[in-house]
């Protein structure tokens, strides 16, 4: 039985100590001095800028979701206060992409605002 003992405990021995040498020597090997924007290159050991926009790029309006397109018209009472929000809506007032318009959901039906 104490053989079985020896052999466990080399078996932990063989897991946990590449994983600690891992944990303890990698962050001094990649830490780089980058700011938030920027990149760093293991192979050249640099930080670099992210590339610029393509000319074609143009951000999406201000009022947009993230996942709309170019041609969102703004919502309701833009610019202004908040676009409506009926007192028996779930959510606030959002856009679909399916419908290209502004509205909520109510009990899984689309109702325009």
């Keep these: 039985m104490r053989w079985f003992g020896h052999r466990l405990v080399g078996v932990f021995a063989a897991a946990f100590v ?14 780089a001095e980058c700011a938030n924007n920027m990149s ?41 206060p908040p676009p409506p929000w009926p ?7 959002m856009w679909s992409t399916y419908f290209q318009h502004w509205g909520i959901y109510v009990g899984g039906v689309w109702e325009p605002i």
């Design 40 to 80: 760093w290159n293991q192979t050249t050991r640099e930080c670099k800028q992210p590339p610029a926009p393509p000319a074609w790029y143009t951000p999406p309006p201000p009022y947009a979701p993230s996942f709309a397109g170019q041609d969102v018209p703004p919502p309701p009472s833009w610019p202004g």
């Design 18 to 31: 590449p994983m600690a040498a891992v944990v303890l020597v990698t962050p001094a090997i990649s830490s």
């Design 87 to 93: 007192e028996w809506a779930p959510q606030a007032p």
